[in-house]
Nanobody
Framework: QVQLVESGGGLVQPGGSLRLSCAAS????????MGWYRQAPGKQRVLVAR???????GYADSVKDRFTIARDNAKNTVLLQMNSLKPEDTAVYYC?????????WGQGTQVTVSS
C-alpha cells in the first residue's frame, strides 16, 4: 500500500514563505490529479491546490497567486510553494489524489503563520 509523507511545514511570520514536499512510497504516475489539502483547527479538510499528470493546475481562491503546486512523477513527489503567507493559512497540510484519496492520509505537516 502506498504511503504519503508530507514535510516542510513550520512556524513562519506573515508574509513569509514555505515549501512543502509530499513523498509517495509508490508511483503516482498513474494518478490523474494530485492535490494539496489543508485542515485548520475545528474545520473540515479542504483542497487548496491540484495538478494533473499533464501539469494543469488549479487553486482555491484563497491561495491563488500565492501558492504554486508542482509534481515530479519520476520522483513520486508533489510540492507546494507557499508565498505571502497569512495567519489564515495556518493548518495541517496533506497531499493525496483528487477527488478521492488513492492512499491512506499521511500525518500531514503543520504550517503556523504567526508573528
Amino acid at each position: 500500500q502506498v504511503q504519503l509523507v508530507e514535510s516542510g511545514g513550520g512556524l513562519v511570520q506573515p508574509g513569509g514563505s514555505l515549501r512543502l514536499s509530499c513523498a509517495a512510497s509508490g508511483s503516482i504516475r498513474s494518478i490523474e490529479t494530485m492535490g494539496w489539502y489543508r485542515q485548520a483547527p475545528g474545520k473540515q479538510r479542504v483542497l487548496v491546490a491540484r495538478i494533473t499528470r499533464g501539469g494543469s493546475t488549479g487553486y482555491a481562491d484563497s491561495v491563488k497567486d500565492r501558492f504554486t503546486i508542482a509534481r515530479d512523477n519520476a520522483k513520486n513527489t508533489v510540492l507546494l510553494q507557499m508565498n505571502s503567507l497569512k495567519p489564515e493559512d495556518t493548518a495541517v497540510y496533506y497531499c493525496n489524489a483528487v477527488p478521492l484519496p488513492f492512499a491512506p492520509w499521511g500525518q500531514g505537516t503543520q504550517v503556523t503563520v504567526s508573528s
